[in-house]
């Protein structure tokens, strides 16, 4: 592995300092949570070390927001980068091509470029609405493609692939024995329309998501991946064993927390995006240029 940090990562408010910024614009979660703002203390929690898969009744909690999904395709991760590094580790060698819809999540370029696999790219065009030309990634596809990459609610235009796209891309991983990633990273911040998990389309699909965007908790880095595929799990928990054998529990604890409240939490918070986004939209139609 050879790596670099990546500009994202450098130029961070965490890293810049939260104290030196007056108005951050560009930032793409809701606000940070306080524990007391979401109505959460923490438990007296024992400190031992946590089941290596992920706390059971969180994994539980996770699954249960899609169907055809159980507790055991679940991997909780340090945050959806845990997770993504553990993908591209455990599928990519340095022999290894993967096809990347761009623009991605930047790990999901530069872990693929530390491992020092080869990369195609399909960029998405302003012009195009940023929608996906399958036929594009068809055409990118060679016969040591190990995986196509690609991020949906999109970061960092906010854009999502229709159903039919989604099977399409499915399908296509399928026939070519290759698999697909979908970042879901944004997915509950959907308005209308939220696709179904892509792992739950087939073995073929990987998911993964945190509640570092929607629920506002970056901090306590917990992500998840979800694959139907037994065998690659295992895969994935023997990477996750050699990094730091399981998750922190407190981490876990307010993670079940959280999602024990999920369903109360985003009732609240779409509708009022909803109507950031109405205000937004007015502005641009009034002006094109803003
Ligand atoms: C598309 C996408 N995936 C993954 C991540 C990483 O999120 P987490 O805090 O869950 O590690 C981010 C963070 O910005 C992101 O935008």
């Known amino acids: 592995m050879n790596y670099t940090r990546m500009v994202i990562e450098k130029e961070a408010p965490e890293e810049y300092g939260y104290d030196r910024i007056r108005y951050n614009l560009s930032e793409s979660s809701i606000a940070d949570q306080k524990l007391s703002e979401i109505g959460l ?7 031992f070390y946590g089941e290596h898969r992920g706390d059971k009744q969180l994994r539980a909690l996770i699954s249960a927001q899609d169907a055809g999904i159980s507790p055991d395709d679940v991997l909780v991760t340090a945050g ?3 997770a993504l590094f553990i993908i591209s580790t455990s599928l990519l060698s340095a022999n290894d091509h993967l096809v990347v819809i761009r623009p991605n999540y930047a790990t999901n370029i530069e872990t693929p470029r530390a491992i020092g696999c080869a990369i195609s790219f399909v960029d998405l065009a302003f012009e195009e609405g940023f929608a996906i030309d399958v036929e594009r990634v068809k055409a990118a596809l060679r016969p040591d493609t190990k995986l196509i990459s690609v991020t949906c609610p999109h970061n960092p235009t906010g854009t999502m692939m229709s159903r039919t796209e989604l099977d399409a891309l499915v399908a296509l991983a399928e026939s070519s024995n290759c698999r697909l990633l979908v970042d879901e990273t944004y997915r509950d911040l959907s308005y209308d329309r939220r696709l179904p998990t892509a792992a739950s389309l087939s073995p073929r699909a990987i998911s993964v998501s945190s509640l570092s965007k929607a629920f506002g908790i970056p901090g306590i880095r917990i992500g998840w991946l979800i694959t139907r ?3 690659l799990q295992e895969k994935f928990l023997a990477a996750k064993e050699q990094i730091g054998i399981c998750g922190s529990v ?3 604890g307010i993670a079940r927390g959280m999602l024990e409240r ?3 939490f985003l009732a609240t918070l779409l509708p009022e995006m909803a109507k950031r986004r109405d205000i937004v939209q007015a502005w641009i139609d009034r002006d094109p240029l803003v």
């Open 262 to 264: 999920r369903d109360v």
């Open 250 to 252: 407190i981490d876990e």
């Open 41 to 47: 203390s923490l438990p007296d929690l024992t400190l």
């Open 229 to 231: 595929d037994a065998e």
């Open 80 to 82: 959806a980068a845990g």
